[in-house]
C-alpha cells in the first residue's frame, strides 16, 4: 500500500535541495518583503499556527460543501442527460459551453449575489468542478460495452437494474477520478471566491498579508494550501483504492 | 421446443440495404443439441440476437413451446464468444447475476453456484475478479451464470471461439456435461466444423450472405465421439464438401 522508499525518496530529495537553494538565494539577497526565506516561512506558521488553521478550515469547509454539492448536482445532471435523448440535446452543449466561461469571470458576481460569507465560495468551489464532473459521469454512463447492456435486457433486467447494477458500478472509476481532478479545483475555486470578497479564510489571509507587507505570512498561506490540497486528493485517492478493488488485481 | 419459420433481416451497411437473413427456417426438438454452422460473417450472430428477443426480424415467425414469441424476451439463456463477466464482480457474483436480478433467494443462488464452481474446477477462484482469471476460466464462469439462469433453452454463440484447442476441449467436455445432466437445449453456432460434428446432434449449414439454410446434417454418433472413428471421419468429410461447394458457390 505505502509507496516505497524508491519511489518517495527522489522527489523528497529534490524538494529538499530546491529549498535549500532557494534559502541561500533568499540570505544573499535580503531583501524579505519580496522572497522570504523558508526557514522564516516555517518559523511564521510555527508562531502563527492557530491563525492559519483557523483559516484554514474556513477554505475546506468551502471546498468540501462545493464539493459535496456539485457531486449531488452534477450527478443528478448526468443521469438526467444520459437518460433521456432529448434533455441530452437540449443541456449538454449548453454544458459544454458554460465550462468555458472562466469562473474568474463569475465570481465578483457571485459575491455580489451571495453575499462576503461561506455561500459565494461554495458556489464558485462547486461551479469550477460541476461541469468536469458531468462530463466526466456521462462518458463513463455513455462507455458501457453493448454487449453488456444486452446480456442484461437478455435477463430481463429492470431499467432500475440496468442503473444500479451495470452502468452505475461502470461509470464509477470515471465519476471518482473526476472528483480527483476537482478536489483541488475546488481548492482554486475557493481561494478565488475569497481573494473577491470574504472574510475568512486563506485566500483572504492571503490578501490581507500582502496589504501588510508580511510576505512571510503570505508564503505560509500558499504553504498550507498546497498541504490541503495534497491532503484532499490522496483522500479521494485512497477512496478511489478502497472504491475499486478490482482495478487493482491483474497490475501485479 | 423452437421454431423459426421464413426469418427476414436486412440492415443498413454504409447507407445501403444488405439482406443478412433470407427466410430462414429452423427447429430444435426439447433436449436438442443443433448447430448452426456458417462462414464468419453469415448472419449466425444476427439471427441468435433474434431469437433471443434483442432485435426484430423483418418478418418471419419463432415460437417457443409452441408460443409465439417473436421479439420477447426472457426465454433463453444467452452465452456469447466474449465472456461479457462484470469487471467489478467476483466471479462468484458474475456467476450469480441471472438470480440476482430475478430477485430470487441469493443465499440459495451462492449454494448453487458454489457446488458448480467445484464441479468446474474453479473451487479456491469464487473470491477473484475477472482480470485474474485465464480465459478458459472466466468462459467457465460465463458457463455457470447461463446455467445459473434456470433456462431450458441454451443460445451459444461461438463461446469457446477465442480459447485455444486444448481449453476448449475441456470446456467441450463440461458443456457436454452440463447439457446431458441438466436436461439442457442447446443451439449453437460457431463456425468450426469439427466442433459442429463433437457436439450436436444435427448441424445445420446455411449459406454465405444472406444466409438461409442449405443442408441438415444428422450426427447419430454417441458421446464423447471420437474424431478418429471412421464414422466421425466420413460426416466430417460429408460436411466438408458441402462447405467447400458453399464457398465455390458464394
Redesign the interface.
Known amino acids: 500500500m505505502w509507496p516505497k522508499a524508491r519511489d518517495y525518496l527522489p522527489p523528497l530529495g529534490l524538494l529538499l535541495a530546491l529549498f535549500g537553494l532557494w534559502e541561500l538565494v533568499a540570505w544573499r539577497l535580503e531583501l524579505p518583503f519580496i522572497l522570504p526565506a523558508p526557514s522564516a516561512i516555517f518559523i511564521r506558521m510555527a508562531s502563527d499556527w492557530l491563525l492559519l488553521l483557523r483559516h484554514a478550515l474556513v477554505t475546506l469547509e468551502e471546498v468540501l460543501l462545493g464539493l459535496a454539492i456539485a457531486f449531488i448536482f452534477g450527478l443528478a445532471l448526468a443521469l438526467l442527460i444520459f437518460h433521456s435523448k432529448t434533455l441530452e440535446r437540449a443541456i449538454y452543449p449548453l454544458v459544454i459551453a458554460v465550462q468555458n466561461v472562466p469562473v474568474f469571470a463569475i465570481a465578483p458576481i457571485l459575491v455580489l449575489w451571495l453575499g462576503y460569507g461561506l455561500f459565494s465560495k461554495v458556489a464558485v468551489a462547486a461551479l469550477i468542478i460541476f461541469f468536469p464532473l458531468v462530463v466526466n459521469t456521462v462518458d463513463g454512463l455513455r462507455s458501457t460495452?453493448r454487449?453488456?447492456v444486452?446480456?442484461?435486457?437478455?435477463?430481463?433486467?429492470s431499467r432500475g437494474?440496468l442503473l444500479l447494477?451495470?452502468h452505475l458500478?461502470?461509470a464509477?472509476p470515471f465519476i471518482l477520478s473526476g472528483c480527483k481532478v476537482g478536489v483541488t479545483l475546488a481548492v482554486v475555486g475557493a481561494v478565488i471566491g475569497e481573494w473577491v470578497g470574504s472574510n475568512a479564510g486563506l485566500g483572504f489571509l492571503m490578501v490581507q498579508a500582502n496589504a501588510r507587507l508580511k510576505i512571510d505570512l503570505l508564503f505560509a498561506a500558499i504553504f498550507w494550501l498546497a498541504a490541503l490540497s495534497i491532503a484532499l486528493f490522496g483522500l479521494v485517492s485512497a477512496i478511489e483504492r478502497a472504491a475499486?478493488?478490482?482495478r487493482r488485481?491483474?497490475q501485479g | 421446443m423452437l421454431r423459426l419459420s421464413g426469418i427476414e433481416k436486412g440492415i443498413l451497411r454504409n447507407g445501403l440495404p444488405l439482406k443478412v437473413l433470407a427466410g430462414l427456417d429452423l427447429e430444435v426438438g426439447e433436449g436438442e443439441f443443433v448447430s448452426l454452422l456458417g462462414p464468419s460473417g453469415c448472419g449466425k450472430t444476427t439471427l441468435l440476437?433474434i431469437v433471443?428477443?434483442?432485435i426484430r426480424p423483418d418478418s418471419g415467425r419463432i415460437f417457443f413451446n409452441g408460443r409465439e414469441v417473436s421479439s420477447c424476451?426472457?426465454h433463453?439463456?444467452?452465452m456469447?464468444q466474449?465472456d461479457?463477466l462484470?469487471?467489478?464482480?467476483t466471479a462468484l457474483e458474475n456467476a450469480i447475476?441471472?438470480p440476482?436480478?430475478?430477485g430470487a433467494d441469493l443465499h440459495r443462488a451462492r449454494h448453487e453456484a458454489e457446488g458448480l464452481f467445484h464441479r468446474f474446477g474453479l473451487e479456491g477462484f469464487e473470491d477473484?475478479?475477472?482480470?485474474?482469471l485465464s480465459g478458459g476460466m472466466r468462459q467457465r464462469v460465463a458457463l455457470i451464470r447461463t446455467l445459473l439462469?434456470g433456462k431450458r433453452l441454451f443460445l451459444l454463440d461461438e463461446p469457446f471461439g477465442s480459447l485455444d484447442a486444448m481449453t476448449r476441449s475441456v470446456l467441450h467436455r463440461y458443456l457436454l456435461g452440463v447439457f446431458e445432466e441438466f436436461e439442457k437445449t442447446i443451439l449453437f453456432v460457431t463456425h468450426d466444423l469439427e466442433e459442429a460434428l463433437l457436439l450436436s446432434d444435427r448441424v445445420y449449414l446455411l449459406t454465405a450472405r444472406p444466409a438461409r439454410v442449405k443442408a441438415l446434417l444428422e450426427v447419430p454418433l454417441p458421446r464423447p465421439r471420437d474424431r478418429g472413428e471412421p464414422r466421425f471421419i466420413r460426416l466430417e468429410r460429408e460436411l466438408e464438401r458441402l462447405v467447400q461447394e458453399e464457398l465455390h458457390v458464394a
Open positions: 460495452d454487449g453488456l444486452d446480456l442484461f435486457r437478455v435477463l430481463e433486467a437494474q447494477k451495470l458500478p461502470h464509477l475499486l478493488p478490482w488485481v491483474g | 440476437n433471443a428477443g434483442l424476451r426472457g433463453v439463456a444467452y456469447q466474449d461479457l462484470l469487471p467489478w464482480r447475476l441471472g440476482e436480478l430475478k477473484h475478479y475477472p482480470a485474474e439462469t
